[in-house]
């Protein structure tokens, strides 16, 4: 059973940088097939895909956030992580890493691993 | 890119059934056949139920059923439980390698 794992600061200051980790354990995150994503839950609202690394290291992004996101693969080949610019109150949210599986391999992901979240509130 | 319309809440007493929509356009939910739903009780992750509209994951009871027509998705649940207390997320694939969420649903178990 694949588990993930969030890991980061909670409290970050307008204008600076998020960073946060997944760590993963229980699979391999470097299997074809895998996209591991970033998603975000602001306070009682819904959910916001946020962008996913595919197993050969491409990204995608949420285009509303293009200009401000990077998600990459830490060295440890176990951990990949989010990086997310110039924040502001809005990007205060419970953020969720999760896996975004395959079985037949050519097909689209679903996101069937979560993380628990953390929350990250950004305030002065 | 909007979020995918959702009805804020649904409700229905244990053993009935209740039925959540989810509206896009013919750029999300009516381009593909990637619609999924999640589950999340209060203070937990989501939890997968339905992917590609009708595909059930290994252990989630076919009580849980996905469907969808044009440009809306439906999740039916049947033989509501206090456990399906929880609130609902639909999901769609939008083309260009995004995804897109639902505002989520509040399902109560009278």
Known sequence: ?124 | QSPLTQPPSASGSPGQSVTISCTGSTSDVGGYDYVSWYQQHPGKAPKLLIYEVNRRPSGVPDRFFGSKSATTASLIVSGLQAADDADYYCSSYAGNNTWLFGGGTRVTVL
């Not at chain 1, 694949?2 to 997944?22: A, Y």
């Not at chain 1, 992004?61 to 440890?76: A, C, E, H, K, V």
């Not at chain 1, 924040?87 to 391999?105: L, Q």
Request: aromatic share 12%.
């Open chain 1, 1 to 124: 059973q694949v588990r993930l794992q969030e890991s980061g600061p909670g409290l970050v200051k307008p204008s600076q940088t998020l960073s946060l980790n997944c760590t993963v354990s229980g699979g391999s995150i470097t299997r074809e097939g895998l996209y591991w994503t970033w998603i975000r839950q602001h306070p009682m609202r819904g959910l916001e895909w946020l962008g996913y690394i595919y197993h050969s290291g491409h990204t995608y992004y949420n285009p509303s956030l293009q200009s401000r996101i990077t998600i990459s693969f830490g060295t440890s080949k176990k951990q990949f992580s989010l990086s997310l610019a110039s924040v502001t109150a809005a990007d205060t949210a419970v953020y969720y890493c999760a896996r975004g599986g395959t079985s037949r391999g050519w097909e689209l992901p679903r996101f069937d691993q979560w993380g628990q979240g953390t929350l990250v509130t950004v305030s002065s």
